[in-house]
C-alpha cells in the first residue's frame, strides 16, 4: 500500500478494461476509533489483507458504483465486522451480497465529519457516488475519470494518446455515450467542483497531485458547458 497521508492509502491491483490493461485502485481511509474504510475494494490477497488490519479493523466496504464490486464479498469473509454500502442498483446485481445501506448524496453516520460524498445523477448505468476526504483536501472517485500516464504500458499509452486523454484526468467513452441526463449529472458534478480538492484520486491510472479541479472542468466541457437550466 501507499500512504497519501496520516489517514488515507492506496493499494493497486492489475485490471483490463477494454482489452487494455488500466489497473484498479482501492482507497484506504481511516476514521476515527480507529476504523476503516474500503473505497472500490480490490482482491483480498492475505498480504494485503494482514497490510490493512494492521492499521485498524475495517468497519465499512464501499461499492462505489455498479462497476466495482467484484472483491466485496472476499472482503467481508476477511473481515466479518465490515458492513458494506453500496450504490444504488448494485442490490438487484448482487442479492449474494449482505449490502448495509445503500450510497446516496448524505454520508453515513459512520464516516459523516470525515467524507462528503455526491452521487452522480442522470448516469443509471454507472451510479457512481464520489466522495471527498476532508483533511487531505482528496477527491476520492472511481470510474468519474481515468488518469492514463506515464506509468501504463506501451499500448494502453497509445490508446489513451489516440483518444486524446492521454495524460491527464478524462472522462471515458463510458460516460460520452451512458450519460442520460445531462443536465442532473452537470448538477452533480458542480457540487462535486465546489468540494475544495487539490489531489484525486482514481480507479484507473494515476493519483492526480495537482491541476485535477481544471483537468475535470476540460474533461467534462461537453456537460458543464450545456449551460441553461433543466
Ligand atoms: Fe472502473
Known amino acids: 500500500m501507499q500512504q497519501l497521508h496520516p489517514d488515507l492509502w492506496i493499494a493497486d491491483a492489475p485490471l483490463r478494461f477494454a482489452g487494455l490493461e488500466v489497473g484498479s485502485r482501492m482507497t484506504v481511509v481511516r476514521l476515527p476509533g480507529p476504523k476503516l474504510l474500503l473505497h472500490s475494494p480490490i482482491a483480498a490477497s492475505d498480504e494485503l489483507v494482514r497490510e490493512v488490519k494492521a492499521l485498524g479493523p475495517v468497519a465499512y466496504l464501499v461499492a462505489p458504483n455498479r462497476f466495482h464490486h467484484l472483491f466485496v464479498g472476499d472482503w467481508q469473509r476477511a473481515c466479518p465486522d465490515a458492513a458494506i454500502y453500496a450504490a444504488p442498483g448494485l442490490d438487484a446485481k448482487r442479492a449474494d451480497l449482505a449490502i448495509a445501506g445503500e450510497l446516496s448524496d448524505e454520508p453515513e453516520p459512520g464516516w459523516k465529519g470525515v467524507l462528503d460524498q ?108 450545456t449551460g441553461g437550466r433543466g
Open 118 to 225: 455526491v452521487l452522480l445523477d442522470g448516469f443509471p448505468l454507472v451510479n457512481e457516488v464520489v466522495f471527498f476526504h476532508r483533511s487531505s483536501a482528496t477527491l476520492i472517485a472511481t470510474d468519474l475519470a481515468f488518469n492514463v500516464g506515464s506509468n501504463s504500458p506501451r499500448l494502453t499509452r497509445l490508446a489513451f494518446r489516440l483518444a486524446g486523454s492521454y495524460g491527464r484526468l478524462a472522462p471515458t467513452l463510458v460516460e460520452r455515450l451512458f450519460v442520460r441526463d445531462r443536465a442532473a449529472f452537470r448538477h452533480s458534478l458542480e457540487r462535486i467542483l465546489e468540494w475544495p480538492f487539490e489531489r484525486v484520486v482514481v480507479a484507473h491510472g494515476e493519483v492526480s497531485e495537482q491541476g485535477g479541479r481544471e483537468e475535470l472542468i476540460r474533461g467534462y466541457s461537453w456537460v458543464l458547458a
